[in-house]
């Protein structure tokens, strides 16, 4: 190794200044400037990724990682990784960019903490969920080269970027699944063969002997389950042919309220049978959502499911959720009666069969006191509200 000049070891100091003043033009020119590995040290042993990815800071992630810097380098003096930072952070995008490059999540600091449950220890779920939600891209792509006999390998290769995107989804409420689906049209189209792929990295999950992730082995199931429904709803409607918004028709019929107008029975009923068709009935997450949901008034199917997949909690925290799909901090909402929200007007409008009735209770009682959230416009939301009152 060469010996460092004088001038690279405070250049090198510089980046720590850089990364710490998150200027993101001084750190392109900075990284133009150095040739060669930017794996730098600070006096604490901490890396400039790890300054990077404490700060939060994507963008300067990115660009160290995409130099080649080294995603489980670090001397801290308590062992925290990259990704420890990241997770601490509480931004998951960064926390996936480590992740992807290679990040290791079961790698503990020295008081014996993963990432994940150090973002657990200072409150950043969604972070939590993101790390544990996480497979590499090789878990998928397994499934796209042709193996032994087969003369078609069980997924296309166009899919499995596709794919890898919906399994890593924090989000789990069907809504919002269906509703990426629908941008995801290959996924939808290719149903069978995604729900057969999904239901054989389940099973991949269980047989894993000391490796063995339940939790990763029921949200496989889970998402296979709702493609089949998809794909099976599809397949009734192109017998009748006619031509029909499955995702629409999926999202609606889970929305429909039951008799007394308010609980969701419908899309409970067909997540507790999802639960149920779970094939490994002797492992220790079934058996723990069996008895939540068998419990003196248990919890919505939803919500065991939300809290198996991604930890101690459900859509009933005191952060707002889109009342469609449960997208967290949602940036509209009804410009009428300004009580519900959602994250855009499809959510606004899969929602307005539902809502109708409440909203016109609600406008016409006193306004409450509006906040600062962005509403959708009035104008523009009353023509849309025509429209459906028309169609
Ligand atoms: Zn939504
Ligand atoms: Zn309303």
Known sequence: MEAKTEENANSEK???????????????????QRKGDVNFFDENGMTALQHAAYKGNKDMVQLLLDRGADVNSGKHEYNYTALHFGALSGNSEVCKLLLDAGAKPTATNSVGRTASQMAAFVGNHHT??????????????YYSVIQGQQTESYLPSILVDPLHKFVL????????LALNLQHTPGLLENADKV???LELLCKR??????????????????????????????DRKDKEEKKHDIVELFCKRLLKPGKDGVSL????????????EFPYRECTTFHQMVTSLTSKDPPTALSVINCTINGQRGFVDAIPYC??????KPAKKCSKCKSVQYCDRQCQRMHWFVHKKACNRESSAPTPATNSKANIDTNELSSELQNLIAG
């Open 205 to 234: 999950e269980m047989t894993r002997g000391s490796d063995t992730n339940e939790v990763m082995a029921f949200k496989y199931h889970y998402l296979a389950y709702i493609l089949r429904e998809l794909h099976n709803i599809k």
């Open 14 to 32: 510089s980046i720590f200044d850089i990364i710490a003043q998150g200027d993101l033009a001084e750190f392109k020119d900075f990284l133009a």
């Open 128 to 141: 939590v969920a993101t790390i544990n939600n996480f497979i590499p891209r090789t878990e998928i792509s």
């Open 195 to 197: 729900s057969k792929v």
């Open 323 to 328: 009342n469609t799909c449960g997208e967290e």
């Open 169 to 176: 989804g924090v989000n789990i409420h069907p809504v919002r």
């Open 265 to 276: 029975d419908f899309m409970d009923a067909f997540l507790k049978d999802c639960v149920r």
